[in-house]
């Protein structure tokens, strides 16, 4: 989640030129979960939905297994994910809240789809300046293979004296 200081969403080249961090944090994040559940489908993930309460704004879309999750920060815990957007949106608005909602995978790239939840609508891959997808591939390659970190950080927490 990112409040910026100028809104650039009606702006389709200024949105497109943004930096990768604030493009997945502000408009995008949804394009960066699914690319996430593609590439790595096999490690339990599933794609979850800060959702503001009503009469306030700030979603964000990451994927957790319930323990890790995933976005524009990269790898972390999901108690530290929603630490971070709780602690920001409460700074800019007090008295912020939310609720999580899980999502299907094919939500996350169709508008029409997202739509059938209430105060969700989501932008398609395409419907940017350019095709998304392959840019959050492209972002998802800097963290490198995520699945063997995910393993290694498994096996430390459950092998004899961990805790």
Known sequence: MFFPKTNVKDDPVRRWHRPNRQFFANGACQVLAYAFLQQYPDLGFRARWIKPAEGYFGNHIFVTDGRSAFDYHGLTTEQRLLSLCF????????????????????????????????????????????????????FLDRFYNLRDRLITASASCTSRGAG
């Open 87 to 138: 602690r920001r949106a409460r700074r800019f608005h007090p008295g912020w809240d939310a609720t999580l909602v899980d999502l299907p995978t094919d939500i996350l790239i169709s508008e029409a789809r997202s739509r059938e939840f209430e105060g969700l609508w989501l932008r398609e891959p395409k419907q940017f300046l350019h095709d998304a997808l392959p840019r959050a591939r492209t």
